[in-house]
């Protein structure tokens, strides 16, 4: 069992920059993949960007790259996603998770953190 706690959300201008966290519980933390997904308002979740298991790949949504980065400190049970460059369109609920699966669908995936909004405003 995992649980995740995702922190760093808030209200941003557009062009700024905020870096989410995602703190895991459990000894099993570095046998996961990591990922980001978010959701907008009447939109599907939709993927962002995912981390291996030692942190050594990541892979982006196209419409985040060069963007946002990921990155995981297994010693810490933790994974942040810095996001710079901010736009209004990156406006949701970011949600954490966990899977056994490298680049999971979301129905896919294990566990999921419970989201922190992230609003940016134009």
């Known amino acids: 069992q995992v649980q995740l706690v995702e922190s760093g959300g808030g209200l941003v201008q557009a062009g700024g920059s905020l870096r989410l966290s995602c703190a895991a519980s459990?000894?099993?933390?570095?046998?996961?993949?990591m990922g980001w997904f978010r959701q907008a308002p009447g939109k599907e979740r939709d993927f962002v960007g995912g981390?291996?298991?030692?942190?050594?790949?990541?892979y982006y949504a196209d419409s985040v790259k060069g963007r946002f980065t990921i990155s995981r400190d297994n010693a810490k049970n933790t994974v942040f996603l810095p996001m710079d460059s901010l736009k209004p369109e990156d406006t949701a609920v970011y949600y954490c998770?966990?899977?056994?699966?490298?680049?999971?669908?979301?129905?896919?995936?294990?566990?999921w953190g419970q989201g922190t909004q992230v609003t940016v405003s134009s």
């Open positions: 981390i291996t298991r030692s942190g050594g790949t990541t």
């Open positions: 459990g000894r099993t933390f570095s046998s996961y993949f």
């Open positions: 998770a966990a899977s056994g699966i490298w680049r999971p669908a979301t129905s896919q995936v294990a566990y």
